[in-house]
Structures are given as C-alpha cells and as structure tokens.
C-alpha cells in the first residue's frame, strides 16, 4: 500500500518505540518520513530513524535546504497521513492552542491530510485536568486519538500513560487505508464483487499425538493476498493452515490443520459460490498411513514410516463442476519457471506464480518475496516479472494481475 505518512516523535522515553514503528510500517509498504522535535533528540538521534525510513529526518522549521526554507509546506502537502507517536504533553498542549513555533507545530496547522496523535506521558500528567482539556479540543478539532495504554511506566509509576505498542499502532494505521480503499473499491474496485477464496501457509499430517510432517511456510503471502483482495473490493474467505498471523481486516477465516481438513473445506467454499480460487497454502504431498494413538518410543536406529500420497486440492477444485478462476502458486528451488508452467499446465490453471524458496532474501519465513507469473494460453498475456518487494506490495500486483486475467476471460466468454 503506497502511501506516505509523516511520522512526528517528540521528547519521550517512548520515543525508542517508535524506531520500531518505522520498520513496521514500512512492512505494510508505507513511505515515511520523520520528524523530530528537539526533546526527542535528547532520548534517540535523527540517525537512527535515517537509516530505518531510507529518508532524510526533519528537525528545524526554517530548513535552507527543504523547498527553499519551506519544508513544513512541503512536508503538509507530501503527507498521506501525520502521525505523532509518541505525543507528549507539551506537543498535545501546543496542538491544542494552535501554537506555530516550531516545525512539528507548524507543519499541524499547514496540513490537510488527516492526523493521528499517541499520547505518552507519566499517568499523572495524562490524568491532569490541562492534558483532558486539550485532549477534547484535538478531538473537537478532528484529530484521532490513539489512547495510551495502562500499565508499569519507566518512571516507577502504574497507570495509562504507555504508547501503544508499534504493531498495534502500524495494524491501526493500515486498516485505515485498507478500509478507504475498500470504501472506494465496493463502487470502482478492479475485484469489486467477486468472491475469492485463498489457502494460506502449511499443513500438518500427524504421525502420532506429539510429532507431525510439515513445511517451512509462515502463510505471509497468502495472508498479504487476503488483504490486498480485499482492499480491491472482493468478498475474501481465507482457508490456514496453522500460522500465528492475525486475521487480515474484513477477511472470513477457516482454521485448518491437514491437507484432508483444507480440501474439505475448499470445497465447501465452491459449493457456496467462489469465483476465484488463490491456492498459496505450501500443502504437504504426503500423509502417515496409520497414525499411531500414542506417542512412538525410540527404539533401533531406523524408523519406517509409511505414507500416502495426499489429495491435490488445486487439481480436485480445476476439476470441480462449478469451477472458479483459477490460481496456482509453485515454491521451487530449481528449474523454478520451467516446474510452474508445467504445473499450471497439468493441473489446468488459469495463472501462476512462482518464486525460488531458495533464496535467503524471499519466499519462507520472509517479508519479501519475487516472483514470475505465467498466464494460460487462452489468455494471450505474456510473463510478468515481479522484482523483490514487499509481500504486500507483491500481492498488490498479483490482484492486479488477476483483475486484467478476468477481463479477458469475459471478453473471451462474450
């Protein structure tokens, strides 16, 4: 999701905090710059965040070098979003009165886009009868208000005064966009009313009560596609296997364990109407034939185990009376284009992407990936290469993708 937020740190122990809020925000795809008033230089330097946001960080309001000593006009107009995180007591009390006098209250007044503030204070100072009155004026005056969480705070004292933690804050901040672009795309969105249905990360086959047969998938593509689907405007039901990611906003979630649980309920979602199908769950081929019902001892040097081979969930929905859009996804570590378009070809999909597992820097466990995507020959869509990004922003062009692919099939049709 390409938007730019403006993040404004102010002087706080917090202020550590929000070194992590860039990296994860940057996660979601967000190009950020920062702004530093002078108490927050006193507890963390503008370097840090130069190196985490890839962008020049913002101190001083009459910058020679910013927009020809303009940088808080620049700076209002460049921003998606301003967020002050941690926003201390003094900055809330300046932002309240309308105060001008220095670059982060300055650029408040001079912006239009909409801005978001996470107070941070000891629990007394946040409690104080000054810090509530000002707190009713930013949010008659339009601001968003993240509230402090409660808890033991670094000067000794226990109560609400703690930022948020960065991932709540960065999963704030994208649900926000998400859900303006979903508005959006329920009238003009490229999947506005399609009913998609994704299978994300791994399965397990059990071979006793304590041991199973799995692979390295986290589920982050899937998940990523989950979301981009529905921020296009689909109708999203996200089939995972067991990962530790939460729900993307706005997405139906089954919980699944074997690969015999997900074809099950893959069917159950194309009987109830799917009209594309997005397989990025890494399935395992193999099953334990008899699972044993208590946990197997050691004993010898060998173990024999015998396996059956599982059923191909792509294979069996292609071949499904109600068949949806179809597409394939192929984790390879060599040959990886020529095993895709084989794989599209034998299991009759619509597209596929692949990608080489391995690569330290994509696929597995990562938050970037790249891929090659092929499309069947009805369609007359030559490969796409996708360069290492983000899964997000990976995920981003593969609706994309999907959405042209679609258009074609309905033309093909008429």
Known sequence: ????????VTGGIAAYKSAILVRRLKDYGFDIRVVMTTGAQAFITPLTFQALSANPVHTTLLD?????????????????????APASCDVMAKLAQGLADDLLSTLYLATKAPVWIAPAMNQHMWSAKATQRNLET????GVHVMMPDAGSQACGDVGRGRMPEPEVLAEQVFAYF??????????????????VVITAGPTREAIDPVRY????????????????????????????????????????????????????????????????????????????????????????????????????????????????????????TQHVEDYAHKKMIAKKLDMIACNDVSRSDIGFASDHNAMVVFFAQQYAMSAQTLPRATKFQIAEKLVESISVALTQLKHHRA
């Open 1 to 8: 999701m390409s938007k730019n937020i403006v993040l404004a």
């Open 138 to 141: 930013l949010t008659a005056d």
């Open 213 to 332: 047969i799995s692979n390295h998938s986290t589920g982050k593509m899937g998940f990523a596609l989950a979301t981009a689907c529905y921020a296009a405007g689909a109708e999203v039901t996200l089939i995972a296997g067991p990962v530790s990611l939460a729900t993307p906003f706005g997405v139906k979630r089954h919980n699944v364990t074997s690969a015999t649980e997900m074809l099950t309920h893959s069917l159950a979602c194309i009987d109830a109407g799917c009209d594309v199908f997005i397989a990025t769950a890494a399935v395992a081929d193999y099953k334990v034939a008899e699972v044993a019902t208590q946990k197997i001892k050691k004993s010898g040097d060998t173990l024999a185990i015998h396996l059956l081979k599982n059923p191909d969930i792509v294979a069996t929905v292609a071949e499904h009376t109600r068949r949806p859009f179809m597409v394939g996804f192929a984790a390879e």
């Open 64 to 84: 020679p070098d910013a927009e020809a000593g303009m940088g808080h006009i620049e700076l209002a107009r460049w921003a998606d979003l301003v967020l002050v």
């Open 178 to 195: 998400q859900q303006k672009q979903r508005d959006l795309a329920k009238k003009v969105g490229i999947l506005a009313g399609q009913r």
